[in-house]
């Protein structure tokens, strides 16, 4: 019924121990806030004289440069066999509403070799060969076409309708030891001297 009356030595108990918790909590923060402050600031990375920085193109922009969804990229990919594959994209849904900044940061990889509001065009170079280095020859009687290297797991890139028996026997020879074709240009060209 009555409220239960606490002895001396239960009120002195809570009371010292709520003390000590406060002054564990400030010791802590005191020595974190001072371990903090002997910290050295981190080393500043030095940069390599091949390494382009993209921020300067920020600020040379005027109009507020932003990545809109009607913004085209290039992509140039430079081979070391010489080719050289170019495909345009929409921007990446990411960097819809970025800065160039945040551009240049999501592809350090790629040099900016030009820019407007309307297009960016990024230039990557690829040692060794491109994907575009084809051999015309013969698959079960028909000529196809195979990737110098397995691309995509296979060798086959495609095998036509056009049988090789219709054709004239030195054209049936150089397939039958493989025709190399580099570029998808010459490729084309040579695929439609076979549809005729």
Not at 69 to 78: A, N
Not at 149 to 160: F, N, P, R, S, V
Request: hydrophobic content about 40%.
């Amino acid at each position: 019924m009555f409220p239960r009356i606490r002895n001396f030595a239960e009120t002195h108990f809570i009371s010292v121990t709520a003390v000590l918790c406060i002054v564990t909590a400030f010791l802590l923060f005191f020595f974190l806030a001072l371990n903090n402050m002997r910290k050295e600031p981190p080393a500043v990375r030095p940069q390599p004289e091949n390494e382009t920085v993209y921020e300067p193109f920020e600020e040379t922009l005027t109009g507020g440069f932003v990545i809109s969804s009607e913004t085209r990229i290039i992509y140039e990919c430079h081979y070391g066999d010489g080719i050289v594959e170019e495909t345009e994209e929409s921007p990446p849904f990411f960097m819809l509403n970025g800065t160039l900044g945040e551009f240049g940061a999501a592809f350090a990889d790629w040099e900016i070799t030009s820019l407007n509001a309307d297009r960016i065009t990024l230039r990557k170079d690829i040692p060794g060969n491109s994907p575009q280095n084809y051999v015309i020859g013969v698959s079960d009687g028909r000529v196809a076409v195979f990737y110098l290297e397995i691309t995509d797991g296979t060798y086959i890139k495609e095998i036509t309708d056009i049988p090789v028996i219709g054709l004239p026997y030195e054209e049936q020879l150089r397939l039958e030891q493989g025709i190399s074709i580099t570029g998808d240009e010459k490729l084309t060209l040579a695929m439609q001297n076979y549809d005729s």
